[in-house]
């Protein structure tokens, strides 16, 4: 079992920037890809970042490409999503989560069943 918190969400003005955390306990997080999804109210989870268990492999969704970032810190079971730039279309909650199983060290997973455990999410509302 794999439980995951996030944090870091708040209200911000378009252009600015907010830096997400989501901290994994339960399992082996430095062996575990991870990625980030959005749903805003009214539409599909959709993919945002993606980083493999080395760090050494990412992926964005083309909407983030040049302003997100995707890190993680192994030792501090952690993975971190620097948001610049925001646009009032980046409101959503955004979740993190992990999949199941074990995977090579720069294999990362860009679609939603990809993943088997999500946190619970933390709101991101940028204001025009």
């Known amino acids: 079992q794999v439980q995951l918190v996030e944090s870091g969400g708040g209200l911000v003005r378009a252009g600015g920037s907010l830096k997400l955390f989501c901290v994994a306990s339960?399992?082996?997080?430095?062996?575990?890809?991870m990625g980030w999804f959005r749903q805003a109210p009214g539409k599909e989870r959709e993919f945002v970042a993606a980083?493999?268990?080395?760090?050494?492999?990412?992926y964005y969704a083309d909407f983030v490409k040049g302003r997100f970032a995707i890190s993680r810190d192994n030792a501090k079971n952690t993975v971190l999503l620097q948001m610049n730039s925001l646009k009032p279309e980046d409101t959503a909650a955004y979740y993190c989560?992990?999949?199941?199983?074990?995977?090579?060290?720069?294999?990362?997973?860009?679609?939603?069943?990809?993943?088997?455990?999500w946190g619970q999410g933390t709101q991101v509302t940028v204001s025009s």
């Open positions: 980083i493999s268990w080395s760090g050494g492999s990412t």
């Open positions: 339960g399992r082996t997080f430095s062996t575990s890809p």
């Open positions: 989560a992990a999949p199941d199983g074990f995977y090579s060290s720069s294999y990362y997973g860009t679609d939603l069943h990809d993943y088997r455990y």
